[in-house]
């Protein structure tokens, strides 16, 4: 199973971007995504995730701003991202809770996708 994650890129404070996450390989269903992100200097952090069951977490710090969603059961999902604020420039990572063939679950992590938001 891999995870890539893409969208990231440089846009100013009060823009947004949206992440994808888009899984491969054999999987049987996605339980859960989430979205983690490290700024630089700091710990990495847990910033949103979504079930498939539709429930979703939110960190304090982007309720409001940021938006999860699924794609589907198998191929992945999005980070909606609006009003963005310099504090939110870090490295963006998916990570998922995975059924493989049938076996599992496993976790999961993508490669990261850098986010730089100017003043």
């Known amino acids: 199973v891999q995870l890539q994650a893409s969208g990231g890129g440089l846009v100013q404070a009060g823009g947004s971007l949206r992440l994808s996450c888009a899984a491969s390989?054999?999987?049987?269903?996605?339980?859960?995504m989430g979205w983690y992100r490290q700024a630089p200097g700091k710990e990495r952090e847990l910033v949103a995730t979504?079930?498939?069951?539709?429930?979703?977490y939110y960190a304090d710090s982007v309720k409001g701003r940021f938006t999860i969603s699924r794609l589907n059961a198998k191929k992945g999902g999005y980070l909606q991202m609006n009003s963005l604020k310099p504090e939110d420039t870090a490295v963006y990572y998916c990570?998922?809770?995975?059924?493989?063939?049938?076996?599992?679950?496993?976790?999961?992590w993508g490669t990261g996708t850098l986010v730089t938001v100017s003043s």
């Open positions: 990570t998922a809770e995975v059924d493989v063939a049938g076996m599992g679950p496993y976790d999961f």
């Open positions: 390989g054999s999987i049987f269903a996605i339980n859960s």
């Open positions: 979504v079930t498939s069951g539709g429930s979703t």
